[in-house]
Each structure stands twice: as C-alpha cells, then as structure tokens.
C-alpha cells in the first residue's frame, strides 16, 4: 500500500507541532538491598534521575503523517504525552496548534486527539453507540455530521453491526476500532496513536491502517503515530522519526532511512527476447554512476547500485534497454531498523548513534 493524500503544509507555515530543546527528567529512588536495606529507606532515600528525553527538536506541519520509532524505554510515548500536554515538560518547550502544550485552551484540546492502544476513552459497560453520543455533546457535533460520520467510519472499518453491543463484550479489535471511530468523530486536526494495533489480528491490523491511510488522502490529518509494528509505520506514514535513548537519531523519510543504512540496491530489468546481447553502452554509461551489472540473461538483466543513486540510475536503463518491466529490491522497514541495531553493537537495545543525515543528533 502506498501513502498518497495532499502535501504536507509548506515550511513558511507555522507547525503545528514543534519540540524546541525538550527534555524529560523523572525522578525516582533507588532501594538498598536486604532488609536493613528497607528499614534505611524510611529514614533516607536515595534519589536517583532518569532521563527519558534530552534536547528533542522537531517540527511538525499541517497534513504530515509521522511515524515515531524506537525500542522499548526509548521515549516515544513520554514525548507523546508531552506534545499532547499530559505532561509538562522538564526542560525546553513543547509546543500545539501555537500554544503551549501543557496550557491549551479547551477549544484547543478539541482540535487534538489521543487514541493509546492499552487505554481506552470509551466508557466500558456503554454501547459504543451510546459512548459516541456522549462525544458528540461534549464536542457540540452537529447531529447530521455525526450520523454521517458514524455510518461512514463503521463501514470503512467494518463494525456497522457492532454499534449496539456492550463495549466490554467485543473482541479486542472490534474495541480498538471502536476506540479510533470515537477519536475522529469530531473531526480533529492532529490525531496521536499510540500503539493502536497492538495484540491485533491481521485483517483488524490492515483494515485500520487502511482507514488511516484514507483520512490522510482525504482530509489531510496530521498524525503521530507510534508502533511497534514497523508495518504500521511504513505503510501509513510518510516521515519516519527514529528515538535511541532519548534522542533522536534519525528524521526523515523511508528512502532516506534506506540510503543511510541500506547500502545497495539490486534492480531486476526484464528486456525484449535478446536485448541483452549487447551491454556495452549500457555499462559505459553506468559507470560514472556506480552501479555495475551484476547478473545477465536473455531476457533480463540484474543492476547493483548505491541507494543514493537509483534516480539517476533508472533512466539510463530507459534510455539503454528495451525495457519490458522494473523490480527495485525492496528493504522492508523492519529489516533497516535491525540494521540499525546490530550497526550500534547493542542489537534490540537501542538505536545507532553518530549518523549524519536530516534531524541526526
């Protein structure tokens, strides 16, 4: 699936999300062992801080889809909670719509919204149908939007005959497709989803990336999306942002995470029946390129080339072979973040550091 939809707001515009130097600091205490160790701490604790975010900055526009990244304990859902004014920041300044995250006016929070995966804003015994009548009074939604946007939301995430069941009766995804229904409803401008298709089954999985993908194309919603479902992140969003201990250690999007990581590429060209006779020219004028062929055949030949370079690259084989049909070897997301991993020596536990590149601190 691709990401289509309207461009994301020009950079003169004013972001509608912006972290400026933020960090995140939350204290704790740290307990000594045995039992003397419990009895030393009702008379002194020793404090100790632990860093959840340090010097964050990041931009974020009108219509961008931005996938948030990072392994367990790297600060994704801290920074959602403070771009979203849960909580404040400890440093630095975070900031929505313009205002200051963590002292938005009312109107303000109805422009947002936050759908947390482990969380639910539905009320539990209610019928979802009840629950979403409820936010229409609190959003002050004109009666005939919200049947429309009801009936059209429950068909395009298929629980047009779930409306009436109690909340709690429904499976898991039928719950967190519910929970999305009721986020949207009002018709916010930036949506936050905190690891929404966890636990999911496949089919629930794609059908709300599906949904997602569509108010993108058709209303332009910003989102922020957070996932450890890499899948969700490719196919949904067009920014990736990569956190590694607190820090950002990548922004940008799936063809600049793939040229920093990924190396080389191997493109497959398919050819007219004995279009592979001669590749002289052919290998003259990829030269200067850095690519080089690989593998040939009667019918097709096989290209390897920078990742940095296959714009340049695709062309002259246009211009070169009677060009029967492409294939561009594909690097899933999950397979650059791996890489990412083992490049930093301590696979599966944090993020590569020392990378150049947009937004690399």
Same mark, same amino acid.
């Given at each position: ?188 401008? !930036?949506?936050? %989803?905190? /690891?929404?298709?966890?636990?999911? +089954? $496949? ?8 949904? &997602? *993908? ?99 690259? !695709?062309?002259? %084989?246009? /211009?070169?072979?009677?060009?029967? +049909? $492409? ?8 397979? &650059? *973040? ?24």
């Amino acid at each position: 699936m691709s990401v289509q939809g309207p461009p994301a707001g020009s950079a003169t515009e004013a972001p509608v999300l912006e972290a400026r130097a933020v960090g995140k600091v939350f204290e704790t205490f740290e307990r000594a062992p045995g039992m003397l160790g419990v009895l030393k701490n009702f008379v002194a604790r020793k404090k100790v801080d632990v860093t959840a975010l340090a010097d964050i900055d990041l931009s974020i526009h009108r219509g961008e889809t931005v996938g948030l990244i990072g392994a367990n304990g790297a600060g994704k859902t801290t920074l959602v909670k403070i771009l979203t004014g849960i909580v404040p920041a400890s440093s630095g300044e975070a900031r929505l719509l313009g205002r200051d995250s963590f002292n938005l006016t009312n109107a303000e929070k109805s422009r947002l919204a936050l759908v947390m995966g482990q969380k639910s804003q539905l009320w539990w015994d209610l019928p979802p149908i009840d629950s979403f009548h409820l936010l229409r009074e609190i959003y002050s939604i004109d009666s005939g939007v919200f049947e429309s946007r009801v009936q059209a939301f429950t068909r395009m995430l298929d629980v047009e005959d779930r409306l009436k069941i109690q909340l709690r009766q429904l499976s898991l995804g039928q719950r967190m497709k519910m929970e999305i229904i009721g986020a949207f409803l009002h018709d916010p401008d !930036v949506v936050f %989803l905190d /690891e929404p298709t966890i636990g999911l +089954d $496949l089919v629930s999985r794609e059908t709300i990336r599906q949904f &997602l *993908v569509k108010l993108a194309e058709e209303r332009g919603v910003t989102y922020v999306l957070t996932s450890h479902d890499l899948e969700d992140i490719e196919e949904t969003c067009r920014r990736i942002i990569v956190l590694d201990e607190g820090r950002i250690a990548f922004d940008g999007d799936l063809a600049g995470l793939t040229n920093q990581v990924a190396g080389k590429r191997a493109v497959e060209v398919h050819v007219e029946p004995g279009g592979t006779k001669n590749l002289g020219p052919l290998e003259a004028a990829l030269a200067p390129l850095g690519a080089e062929i690989t593998a040939r055949a009667a019918d097709s030949v096989t290209i390897l080339v920078d990742a940095v370079r296959m714009r340049d690259v !695709v062309p002259v %084989l246009f /211009e070169n072979l009677a060009v029967r +049909d $492409l294939s561009i070897e594909r690097q899933p997301l999950e397979h &650059l *973040v791996r890489e990412i991993y083992s490049q930093s020596g301590r696979a599966g536990a944090s993020l590569a550091r020392g990378r150049e590149g947009p937004g690399a601190t």
